[in-house]
């Protein structure tokens, strides 16, 4: 059992992965609340360093260190679809907590639900079913989660328990207006430039089914925006009404390129990018190509693509 294993466990790491977004970081931040009240040791561990700005509402932020305890004896990690997004290697006993479908379960235990919205429900479900008491700090923590990986409640997927657990979280003293603000009123100059570049540039291919954007370093160079605001456009894309899927090709500064998809479900995008070792979820997913030869690899990605549309 899990708890049992976190009862008997003195140093806590709680791990966020790499380029953490409201979900992981929400979730830890809050698993973080929670721990406190035992008589443990927990450090709030990420191996990035440039973290997004934006989630420094989240409670605990600033209790995050890139350095791993030496003490440590128990680890936690967060939002981690597979084990290679915690960023560390670890022997101490683990426990994965998720909601990504390409996750396979590693770790000592794992608390995985593909059903799940976000990993913050995950985890407000495990303190529901363990009579954890839902303070201020640890409801906006788990409502960050639960709004940005909704995409602010807009997708398909929110269903009652979504609502329920948002309703909770908000009588539970989640800040709604703060997170709201943090997190979709910090947009920076840059990346709205680079929307208007990536837009005049995009390809639709297979009978304007799927949207394609080439992003080189100049670009990014150009108008100064990060990866992160990047990918945004994908899911603009997806807003077209005949839009089944939206792939974006970066280019990589130490060779060869970042592969981003996102698709309607209809098209697997965990399953596509699987042979380029990627993993995600079936709207979502990314990938690392090592290879110099981006022709070959968009062609056989569009083909791949244009087998699953329906
Ligand atoms: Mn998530």
Redesign the pocket.
């Known amino acids: 059992m899990p708890s049992s294993l976190i009862e008997s466990s003195s140093h806590i790491v709680l791990v966020a992965h790499i380029n953490p977004?409201a979900?992981?970081l929400g979730?830890a931040c809050a698993f973080y609340s929670y721990l406190l009240r035992s008589q443990k040791k927990i450090s709030l561990f990420c191996t990035s360093n440039d973290i997004d700005q934006r989630l420094a509402f989240l409670p605990w932020f600033d209790k995050l260190t890139q350095r791993f305890p030496v003490d440590a004896d128990c680890v936690i990690c967060f939002?981690c679809?597979s084990y290679s997004r915690l960023g560390i290697d670890t022997t101490l006993p683990l426990i994965n907590i998720?909601?990504?479908a390409s996750n396979d379960g590693y770790g000592t235990h794992a608390i995985i639900d593909v059903s799940a919205?976000?990993?913050?429900q995950v985890v407000y479900e495990y303190f529901v079913a363990n009579s954890v008491k839902i303070n201020g700090k640890i409801a906006t923590a788990l409502y960050a989660?639960l709004l940005?990986?909704s995409k602010c409640f807009s997708l398909g997927k929110c269903d009652a328990k979504t609502f329920a657990m948002a309703h909770h979280l908000i009588q539970s003293g989640a800040d709604h207006a703060m997170c709201t603000d943090w997190l979709y009123r910090r947009r920076s100059l840059a990346s709205l430039r680079l929307k208007g570049k990536l837009l005049s540039q995009m390809k639709l291919l297979s009978d304007g089914r799927v949207a394609l954007f080439e992003v080189t370093l100049g670009l990014l160079e150009e108008t100064g925006a990060t990866l992160v605001e990047c990918k945004q456009i994908l899911d603009e894309a997806l807003e077209m009404r005949f839009i089944q899927a939206a792939l974006m090709i970066i280019e990589h500064p130490r060779g060869g390129s970042k592969i981003s998809l996102r698709t309607d479900g209809e098209v697997n995008a965990a399953k596509i990018l699987k042979e380029f070792g990627g993993g995600g979820?079936a709207t979502r997913s990314g990938a690392r190509y090592k290879q110099n030869n981006d022709s070959e690899l968009i062609k056989n990605l569009i083909t791949m693509i244009t087998k699953e549309l329906v």
């Open positions: 977004d979900d992981s979730a939002d679809g998720d909601h990504h919205m976000s990993t913050t989660g940005d990986d979820h």
